[in-house]
């Protein structure tokens, strides 16, 4: 038993090392490797919120690279790990819109700046339209 819960500890950083390197490669324009830590880190089977932030990694990069559909595919999965992740809903939110989809983006993005009021101002500037006054997560 104890054997067990050491592994999982070790499981746990273990994917929280290689989520570290794919931001840092990701960061450093190396997506291609980014991709590469962000799968190993998935296949570690470890805790759901360290689950979810690879999830949301590996969607911020798809949707840097311009692939919408895989983006949105797997925030959805890091959101059904974590659904009360801020940074997936914004994320979210911002693919989102990238794909025209602007319901679905304000609910997304207005639950982000609900669950966390640093993505207020962000949220904002995202959604509005020149000419009229910004609307706000309330």
């Known amino acids: 038993y104890d054997r067990a819960i050491d592994l999982s500890a070790r499981n746990d950083l ?3 090392a290689l989520n570290n390197s794919g931001v840092i490669c ?3 324009g190396r997506p291609a490797e ?3 830590y962000f799968q190993q880190a998935l296949a570690k ?3 759901r919120v360290l689950t979810a932030e690879a999830f949301t990694n590996l969607g911020i990069l798809e949707a840097a690279s311009g692939n919408f559909a895989q983006a ?3 925030l959805q999965q890091a959101l059904t790990l974590n ?3 801020a940074h997936s809903h914004f994320y979210l939110g911002r693919v989102l819109l990238g794909m025209g989809q602007k319901s679905a983006a304000e609910q997304s993005l207005y639950t982000a700046a609900k669950l966390d009021p640093q993505f207020q101002a962000a949220v904002q500037s995202l959604l509005a339209t020149p000419g009229e006054p910004a609307k ?3």
Do not use: G
């Open 136 to 138: 706000t997560a309330d």
């Open 72 to 74: 949105e595919e797997h």
């Open 83 to 85: 659904p009360d992740d």
């Open 26 to 28: 990701f960061e450093s």
């Open 45 to 47: 089977n470890a805790d």
């Open 14 to 16: 273990t994917m929280r």
């Open 34 to 36: 980014a991709r590469r």
